[in-house]
Each structure stands twice: as C-alpha cells, then as structure tokens.
C-alpha cells in the first residue's frame, strides 16, 4: 500500500488567483495522478504525472490551466491556475503501486478548494 | 466509449440486512476493475483490485465479484459503521500507461441501527 498526503486539506480562495497543492507519498512510485471530483459527482482524471517527462493531461484539461510539476519520485504538485467559482471541487492525487496482483492505485485525502 | 455504471444510487439498510451493489462497464478491454469506499469530506479508500472474470475477493463483511460486463459487491451482516458511498472504477487497456481511472457515480449506502 501507500500513505499520501496532501496540503492545503481545504482553502477558501478569491477568483482569478492560483493555488498550489502538494502531493506527498511515502514511498518511491513511477506513476502519480490528479483527479477532480466537483460537487455530488464522481472523479475524473485531469493528469498522469510520471517523474522525469512532461504531464499528461485528459481531455478538457489543459497545461495553462493545471501545471503540474513532478520533482521526483515522491512528490507533485499541481495548481489550479486563474481560478473561477467552477474550480470549486475536490482535487485528489493518487498513485499506482506494484503488487502481487499487479498493481493498485491508492488516493490522498484530497483538497477541498471553493472559490469565492 | 468505456463507460461504468452503478446501482442502485442510493441504498439503505436494516443492519444486519444484507444486499448487493451492482457496476456495469463496458470497456474495450479490462485491465483491472477497482472497488473504493468513501467517506464524506475524505479521499477513496482502496478496497478491492479485480482482473479477470470469475474472481473473487473478500474483506471482512464485503465480498467483490467479476464478470465480463459486472461486478458486484456483496455486504453480508451490514454495521452502521459500513456507512459510505463506494465507488467502482474500471481501468482499460485502451488507456495505456496513463493510468487513467473511469469511475461510476457511487453508490451511497446507509445502514440504520
């Protein structure tokens, strides 16, 4: 398994400005991601960070709007750039680990942003 | 186009009452079906990994099957504490290493005292 954790949990934040939030795992993976969950819906990928290349971002997501920065093996970042009251959502990372059957993929606790 | 569908969206509970919650795909190819428990305000918690049809996984009260176009999975002698939405997520070959997970809408469970 993976223990992930991720600042802020929540922020309250202005339109038009960015913020930032930090994905941390406690071990080394290949492959992180960044889901968006908007209120009462369920969750959709925005990007799969993989450390050492480019993002790569789904369809109706794009760089200006969600650069994503994967430092190295442990850790992301993505921010939520130009914000408007429709960035109002849960942000969760997520990352795949390698196991017996191959592979599971485990969430953070998410960010809560609103946007005012 | 890969879709996941659940049912029921809303499901409530005698304790100790048990039933199934039921996610439909359809997929060009499975490369593994995920079942997730969340907890409001909190991220999905794992609970199953199922990759081919016929398996089958069990974890305490819950049990997670596999078919080529459903899974289901079974709460046996339900608590309240079994209170959450879960979430089944299917993850196509088509999608190669992106690692892209598409997931139903929920299924909220309540389970009453």
């Known amino acids: 398994s993976a223990v992930i954790s991720q600042k802020p949990s929540r922020d309250i934040c202005q339109r038009g400005t960015s913020l930032t939030i930090q994905c941390q795992v406690d071990s080394q993976v290949t492959m992180m991601f960044w889901y968006r969950q908007q209120p009462g819906q369920s969750l959709t990928l925005i990007a799969t960070?993989?450390?050492?290349?480019?993002?790569?971002?789904e369809s109706g997501f794009v760089i200006d709007k969600f650069p994503i920065s994967r430092p190295n093996l442990t850790f992301s970042t993505l921010t939520v750039s130009n914000m408007s009251p429709e960035d109002s959502s849960i942000y969760l990372c997520?990352?795949?680990?390698?196991?017996?059957?191959?592979?599971?993929?485990?969430f953070g606790p998410g960010t809560r942003l609103t946007v005012t | 186009e890969d879709q996941v569908t659940q049912s029921p969206e809303a499901l409530r509970l005698q304790e100790g009452e048990s039933s199934s919650l039921n996610c439909s795909y359809t997929v060009s190819g499975l490369r593994g079906l995920f079942w997730y428990r969340q907890d409001p305000g909190k991220g999905p918690e794992f609970l199953f990994t199922l990759y081919s049809a016929g398996e089958e996984k069990e974890k305490e009260r819950l049990k997670a099957t596999l078919t080529k176009k459903e899974s289901f999975l079974h709460i046996t002698a339900p608590k309240p504490e079994d209170s959450a939405t879960y979430l089944c997520?299917?993850?196509?070959?088509?999608?190669?290493?992106?690692?892209?997970?598409?997931f139903g809408q929920g299924t909220t469970l309540q389970v009453k005292p």
């Open positions: 960070a993989n450390q050492g290349s480019e993002a790569t971002y």
């Open positions: 997520s990352v795949e680990v390698p196991s017996g059957n191959p592979y599971e993929q485990y």
């Open positions: 997520a299917v993850h196509p070959y088509g999608s190669g290493n992106t690692g892209k997970l598409i």
